[in-house]
């Protein structure tokens, strides 16, 4: 089919190709059977699985091309060696993405994140991953956006992850009466108002402290668990409308800051 110096390529060659690729794949299907089984089997995690699966994904297509390009005539070592002058070039540039790189199969092997956890980055953002790969992953938001994020980010910033080793997580809702209100009754009435609330947890229990003497309010605040982390905005929301409800029915009242302005006239 095509004949030009050393590169030949025929119907054979293109038989064999087509074979090479075939095994490929069938290799890949294998290997992600036998670590799948192992993973079944609590032998190895989950990210272990993940991390060999691509690595040797990434090895036996390497290899196959090769193979491929060496059947075909190319000479890979005269190949590499006219472009070790843009390879260097070319590392140079891709650093970042090398590092990503690394960063990945650290994040795979080590397992301190996976599919699904909920976590906050170093800027302030939550979201839930949705997709670990080798350079990249993928985190969506509570406003349901998908954020490609480079997988260093994950290595050198701080991140919070909501689902490490526990379902359950702590938050808190802070809430501020007026001076003379019945504290007692107050902190009942929060406390009722989160074990009120279905996605609320009620082992550990719900509690409430009195957290400061303000300005213009007594400040409670009122600690909570849930499973639903990736929704808590949206708890606490609730718990606030439950807040409000139940003072207005007792008239316990929600303070707001004062100031009188004095006059005079000269």
């Known amino acids: 089919i ?15 190709i087509i074979l090479i690729v075939i095994l490929t794949i069938l290799l890949q299907l294998l290997i992600r059977r036998v670590l799948k089984r192992g993973v079944k089997r609590k032998k190895i995690s989950y990210g272990t699985y993940k991390a060999i699966f691509q690595l040797a994904k990434y090895f036996i297509w390497i290899l196959s091309i090769a193979w491929v390009l060496d059947l075909i005539g190319i000479n890979l070592n005269l190949l590499l060696a006219g472009s070790a002058a843009l390879l260097v070039g070319l590392g140079m540039g891709v650093q970042e993405i090398f590092n990503d790189l690394v960063c990945g199969f650290f994040i795979l092997f080590e397992g301190n994140l996976h599919e699904d956890d909920v976590i906050q980055l170093e800027n302030g953002t939550v979201g839930k991953v949705i997709k670990i790969g080798i350079r990249t992953s ?35 809702v802070t809430v501020g009466v007026a001076y003379g209100s019945d504290i007692k009754l107050v902190r009942k009435l929060l406390s009722d108002c989160a074990k009120k609330h279905e996605q609320i947890i009620q082992s550990p229990e719900p509690f409430v402290r009195l957290i400061d003497f303000a300005d213009s309010s007594l400040n409670f605040e009122v600690y909570f668990w849930t499973n639903e982390s990736f929704y808590v905005e949206s708890i606490k929301s609730d718990l606030r409308f439950y807040i409000d409800e139940a003072f207005r029915e007792n008239g316990i009242q929600i303070p707001f800051p004062q100031r009188d302005i004095h006059m005079c006239n000269n």
């Open 138 to 172: 993928l985190v969506q938001t509570r406003d349901d956006i998908t954020m490609i994020v480079p997988n260093s980010r994950f290595i050198n910033d701080n991140v919070i992850n909501w689902s490490h080793d526990q379902t359950a997580t702590r938050f808190s």
């Open 2 to 16: 095509i004949e030009s110096g050393k590169i030949t390529i025929s119907v054979y060659h293109l038989l064999i």
